[in-house]
């Protein structure tokens, strides 16, 4: 890389830093190419972005950032993965790492909170933006289908005690 191409991938990853929703730092040492292309595309198809970064690079990024506070995670063959969700990196590093032990996650940032190996897998145990938009929808089309059958209800017994004495009518 020269002086030019440095400057542009340190301006790019200062930008990744201060804009997605989390960042993870892990150690891939051991990785073969086709695991990694196997993150890439896991990670890709949640909406986040893989990328081996030079320790050096990544901790000139990070001034200036909230996320600052995790340069001394950048140590030996790292690679970072991020996401706009929150939860999409981190759940799919975390998943990745049960199947393959070469990739060991280090840590990572949620915005101005660093969080440990333990906290990148606490977040991916989390229910993704899209899943809590699903439970908050669906929280609040309960109580208008509820109200809907409590409105309906007394009409609904009224038509059946009408019909009982017809029937009843009938049959005298």
Avoid: C, W
């Avoid at 440095?6 to 930008?15: G, H, P, S």
């Avoid at 990544?58 to 001394?72: F, R, W, Y």
């Amino acid at each position: 890389m020269d002086r030019a191409e440095k400057r542009e991938f340190v301006t790019a990853l200062n930008d990744v830093f201060k804009s997605t929703g989390s960042v993870v730092v892990a150690h891939y040492a051991g990785l073969t190419v086709a695991n990694m292309n196997e993150l890439r595309s896991k990670m890709r198809a949640a909406g986040g972005t893989v990328k081996v970064a030079k320790n050096r690079l990544a901790v000139i990024a990070l001034q200036g950032t909230e996320s600052e506070g995790m340069k001394d995670l950048f140590k030996g063959q790292t690679l970072i993965a991020y996401a706009d969700d929150p939860v999409a990196a981190p759940k799919v590093a975390a998943e990745f790492a049960k199947t393959n032990d070469k990739l060991v996650i280090l840590g990572g940032a949620m915005g101005s909170t660093v969080l440990n190996a333990d906290g990148v897998k606490a977040l991916a145990t989390m229910p993704s933006l899209d899943e809590l938009r699903a439970k908050l929808v669906g929280m609040i089309q309960t109580p208008a289908t509820r109200i809907a059958a409590v409105v309906n209800a007394p009409a609904g017994n009224l038509a059946r005690v009408f019909g009982a004495y017809s029937r009843k009518d009938e049959a005298a």
